[in-house]
């Protein structure tokens, strides 16, 4: 694990080399050099809306205590039916880019310089997807946690996307701008409300909440999907005939949280709401059959959800040049 | 279907453009243009041998007809369980990249520019990789469709790989340069002899032909699958204590034909030996837990083989930037 972490701290540029616009052919690796990965990014359309996934990478959680309440047995076994390894999987990371009406919007903005050192690769997949940081419209959020809201504000305090507008969730700026929560909360959760303090201080009378099944930006609907955290937000995504249901972190990894909507992840503040809300949106999805896309799920994060047994199967999209 | 095809048509040089030697950061795709997907190249170890998947695009295949042995119904049941299109579906070609001890080897060439419109990106894909033709030391052909032997000699005449050697299944060089084979051979299948003259005529003399069970180059063995054709061939990849059993047209598409490995279809020349052919080798996948590859898979192309119902599941890898 280490040897491999070493690795790909050790090449962050390695995607962002990936420029769409080069016509010179690359020489090829030297024989023993630690090639690259091709660019985390990937288009594909819903309706007139040309969406972009963007990979930040990922990290590396150990499997035991990520389930609440499962069996570390039980999880291993349900790793090992899928193909996973059984004692740290890798949870990725992708936003999404809305290329609509001449107008750049991004579904969450990734970890910046503020997470593992396997993430970190949004800027460098961002910009070979032929994107600028500074032609962003707008920035929709979906939770405060550091993983979605960490790419707006570099450790130094440097915001990325100076021209873009910033769409929060009502409820969630309520819970987490709360002096009095904050000075109620248990140790664990004081770091999160001190993170949203940094990266949103600067700008907190800029900032734009948005409340329940509220059209953020054109096509794109909020949909309350609470206990992940107060306001965690999933969203409608609609042009003409055409939808996507972007679950945010509805549920973590696929593998473990949609074939098992029962299980509560560690990350889930309340577990029982955050159940319901899974539940309900993963029969939505189910029963219309709609493109869907996670946060975490495996790059390109987006597919369908498949009824099966007592729980779910996320089915991934088949990857096409065509756009 | 069209407007897709006239799309994909209209940017060949797409993927090309991914060169991974480019720092510079890309301008932004302008408001209504047709944005590029990402390159189709991916990279995995196996052991210490570094595979890149790279993908020549697809073709459009009916649905209709595809299964000689059963009812086009019955087929489109299944597409629509797998969350794709029943009239037509997308079949993608993806060959293999091998580097090892300093030498490159390539897994099958692809359509070169014989192929369907939406195919033919396999250069450009394989530039943005980082490689250059010219230095490829061989090439191993797992049987002689044109989809798998074309990217050897473009229609021009000009061979692609001028330093490679080229590495052919024995019995595949029996069958398709028996001239009595192929005076007596049905129309239909007469311009596959007449394409295999043209692409090994000019070098006839220096073709090597392997037998099975044979080293072709070092870490990868010919393992005989015939029934698709005559020689099909599949491959053991293996470094250290880490394989990769290499498919190659064993099955077609895997949503249709490793969920249903008794289905035939129509591009097998001999049905009932393909489909033993088929059944031991994913037989033997599932129970070694083996990682795959198939050439018709969804790229990239790779996963793993679950016993299921009474065929199997194919599951993709997660993607994954740590090479």
Sequence with gaps: M???????????AAAAAGSVQAQTPAAPPAAGSAAEQAPGFYRYKVGDIEVTA????????????????????????VLQEEFLPETAIQVPFTTLVLRSGGRTVLVDAGNGDSGAPTSGRWMANFRAAGFDPAQV??????????????????KSGQAVFPNAEIHVPEPEWAYWTDQAKMAAAPDGLKPNFQNVQRVFGPVAKDVKPYGNGKEVVPGLTSVAAPGHTPGHTAYM????????????DTANHPALFVRNPGWA?????????????????????????????????????TGYIAKEGAGYRFVPVQWTPAV
């Design 137 to 154: 419209n707008a920035v929709v959020i979906s939770h405060f946690h550091g993983d979605h809201i960490n790419g707006l504000r570099l």
């Design 265 to 301: 992840a560690v990350f889930d503040m309340d577990a029982e709401t955050a159940r319901q809300s899974r539940i309900k949106l993963l029969d939505m999805a189910a029963s219309e059959r709609a493109q869907v896309s996670f946060y975490h799920a495996p790059f390109p994060a």
């Design 237 to 248: 995504l609609a042009s003409g005939t055409s939808k996507l249901m972007i679950m945010s």
């Design 54 to 77: 963007v990979n930040d990478g990922f990290f590396h959680r150990a499997v035991e205590g990520l389930v609440r309440n499962a069996e570390t047995g039980d999880v291993k076994k």
């Design 2 to 12: 280490l040897t491999r972490r070493t690795v790909v701290a050790a090449v962050p």
